[in-house]
């Protein structure tokens, strides 16, 4: 945990340096830190205490890794809602605030752990103990708290699996179309996606899944050195493009911007795994190093893809890559197997926050492990259920985005330091009341306006 500095919001930290005798390493997270944001492909959540503790750049390898996923892909899609140049500076500024807010939630978990005498604390269990130990009359709302983040940590899975079922489908068809015109429609593919999740979702060991995970980041690698390759090559000028769209679109752009930096459930397993956590945070740690580059990656594919293929973009920057051309090709496959393998780690949350309390009452043993893979099956009916009923990509991800990340990335981080900091003596100044009562407003405006506009694009579209 951090020393003396802890209680400031951006301590100053050591340079990230890499110890490359821990540059093979993996991180294996404890029963405290089970949450997988819409990403993380990487990270293997395994009930070992014994872990070797990790170094700073196995720790960085990590938090990009756990970052860059389908929003990506989607950024060319989210400008062409915002226009160029407004698009662009929205992503370095959206960026810039959950940076913030990722710094915030860090914060808050080292004063907490602290204060109640534990090595580390989830996102549902940083609230419960900020209301536990927070103002008297708030107390009694504790496992409220912890309710709400799990609710949103469900919501937000199950819609990253929707989302990946349709980039599955969208993509696997481009590939089909581009050889056998007048194929069937995006809903078949959905339905065959389908049957083949359901029995990869009865994998219950996460362990069993590392291999797959490795595998994933390395399709996911590959397939963006294509699709940068294909970007570089014959942009117009950037006059071409309009540098702002209406403003009734941006909440469309909000929405697929947040979806992409709903990354904040990294910050606490990853800290707590490595050799020296106090080089995590500060202006120069690996924290601040890893998501400015993630946020330079996501702007530079959104301004360029955006430049290159203008308001034709789609939900997927890989739907816009040259049909006949096998090495584009190639890339819709990479992305589609890639998020089929993503599917199965991202179930896991919504499985292991629901389940236990599902088990517990079934008085059966016998029908246990049968009433398990039962309700996996379900789960899974009911993305493909989401899936099904909104097959347009762009839109789910903006809906998924305002409604669930928005919350988990921007809304909750002040709340919780509002609660944390109440306590504090001197430390709750007014300025940062002010501040964080701005960034709760920004977060609720984008979750009402983003999540009406989705949906109204999305009854529009039937």
């Known amino acids: 945990m951090e020393n003396s500095e802890e209680s400031k919001l951006l301590p100053d930290g050591n340079i990230a340096s890499c110890d490359q005798s821990m540059a093979s390493a993996e991180i294996h997270w404890s029963s405290h830190s089970e949450y997988i944001p819409q990403s993380q492909s990487s990270i293997i959540i395994e009930e070992d205490k014994n872990q070797q503790k990790v170094g700073n750049c196995p720790s960085l390898m990590h938090l990009l890794k756990g970052n860059i996923g389908t929003g990506i892909l989607a950024m060319p899609s989210a400008i062409k809602n915002a226009g160029l140049w407004v698009g662009t500076i929205g992503i370095l500024a959206i960026g810039g605030i959950a940076i913030y807010c990722m710094h915030m939630l860090l914060n808050c978990c080292n004063i907490l752990c602290k204060r109640v005498n534990k090595p580390t604390l989830d996102y549902a269990s ?7 130990t927070g103002p008297e009359r708030l107390r009694r ?7 709400v983040v799990n609710i949103f940590l469900v919501m937000t899975q199950i819609g990253f699996c929707c989302v990946y079922l349709v980039f599955i489908a969208q993509n696997v068809k481009q590939v089909i179309d581009s050889f056998h015109k007048g194929g069937p429609p995006v809903f078949v593919y959905i339905v065959i996606t389908t049957a083949l999740i359901i029995p ?15 595998f994933a980041n390395l399709l996911n690698f590959v397939g963006l050195i294509i699709i940068f390759q294909d970007l570089f090559q014959g942009l117009p000028n950037p006059d071409k493009r309009p540098a702002y769209k209406s403003l009734d679109k941006l909440p469309l752009y909000f929405g697929t911007a947040i979806y992409a930096f709903e990354g904040i459930g990294l910050v606490m397993p990853i800290q707590n795994k490595m050799r020296y956590p106090h080089d995590f945070g500060g202006h120069s740690g690996v924290l601040n190093l890893g998501m400015v580059i993630v946020t330079c990656l996501y702007t530079a594919t959104g301004f360029m893809g955006y430049l290159k293929f203008g308001d034709d973009s789609l939900g997927s920057v890989t739907l816009n890559l040259p049909a006949k051309n096998w090495l ?11 998020m089929f393998i993503t599917y199965g780690l991202q179930f896991y949350v919504p ?11 079934i008085t059966s043993r016998r029908w246990l492990n049968y009433s398990e893979y039962i ?9 493909f259920g989401i899936a099904s009923a909104v097959p347009h990509l762009e839109l789910l991800i903006s809906l ?43 977060g609720l405006l984008g979750f009402a306006t983003g999540t009406f506009s989705a949906l109204q694009a999305i009854i529009k579209k039937f």
Not at 424 to 438: A, H, P, S, Y
């Open 328 to 338: 584009y090709i190639s890339v819709n496959l990479l992305f589609a197997l890639s």
């Open 126 to 132: 940083i609230l419960e103990t900020a209301l536990q």
């Open 400 to 442: 998924i985005g305002a409604f669930a990340s928005c919350a988990l990335a921007l809304m909750l981080p002040p709340i919780i330091e509002l609660l944390t900091l109440s306590v504090e003596d001197g430390q709750l100044r007014w300025w940062t009341v002010i501040k964080d009562i701005i960034i709760i407003a920004f």
């Open 375 to 383: 309700y996996r099956t379900i789960l899974v009916l009911i993305t």
């Open 351 to 361: 499985i292991k926050i629901t389940w236990p309390w599902i088990s517990s009452k």
């Open 200 to 214: 990869y979702t009865f994998v219950r060991d996460l362990k069993n899944l590392a291999p797959f995970s490795t």
């Open 141 to 147: 709302w504790s496992s409220v708290g912890r309710m």
